[in-house]
């Protein structure tokens, strides 16, 4: 079937209601960027147990956005502000100790997501093979990486921060090209706050995992 037959009464084409929300999720990817960098620029000097704090109540924004999608659009994109600002909050001593040490990784791991967001991102968009499975392969890898994170905090093994980090950059390979093909494919307007929060989360995750390797390169 052709992607660019038009909704009846619109005269809107399928490819420039693609288009359209294309736009709107990646302006909401940028503005959760922007307030997650005002959220760890506002709480650098928090004591450091109050990012537990932050992190749950941004949790709970990701889970009320899961209701409000199909309900209010204004609702979603409230929390979605919030999560933002929140996740910033729970990551303020994290980057503000990164700073402190080193401000060059920063650099360098913020150069290194913007290259690896942008390639997956991009092959992910293009790619017409259904990712869904390695989506799904991905997920339960994502669960077994997080027991070897735990592992690691008991069990000293030689390189074992750097293979965490290595194999975490491959599992969110896949989501970051699983959630852009979510974004070709979508067509609804009310679920683009949700996949900018998916996109994010992507490019989060993996800006941390870089900020590790340089760290320890530096």
């Known amino acids: ?119 997956f991102g991009a092959a992910g968009y293009a790619t017409r093979r259904d990712l869904s499975a390695a989506a799904r392969v991905s997920f339960w890898a994502l669960l077994a990486l997080i027991v070897f994170g735990i592992v690691l905090i008991f069990v000293h093994i030689p390189g074992g921060a750097l293979i965490y980090s290595v194999l975490g950059l491959a599992i969110f390979a896949v989501f970051t090209m699983f959630d852009f093909q979510r974004l070709r494919r979508n067509q609804d307007m009310n679920s683009a706050p949700l996949l900018a929060a998916s996109i994010f989360l992507d490019i989060l995750n993996v800006f941390l995992f870089f900020l590790r390797i340089f760290s320890r390169e530096n």
């Open 1 to 119: 079937m052709s992607d660019s037959y038009s909704y009846p009464g619109l005269g809107v084409s399928s490819r420039d209601q693609a288009h359209t929300v294309f736009a709107q999720t990646m302006g909401y990817v940028a503005l959760t960027a922007a307030l997650f960098a005002l959220g760890a620029y506002l709480g650098r000097n928090m004591s450091g147990g109050t990012g537990i704090i932050w992190f749950i109540a941004a949790f709970a924004c990701l889970i009320g956005m899961r209701f409000s999608a199909r309900r209010s659009q204004g609702l979603t994109v409230g929390l979605l502000v919030a999560f933002g600002l929140l996740i910033g909050l729970a990551f303020a001593q994290t980057l503000a100790f990164y700073a402190s040490m080193d401000t060059r990784a920063l650099w360098q791991a913020g150069g290194a997501t913007a290259l690896f967001i942008g390639g």
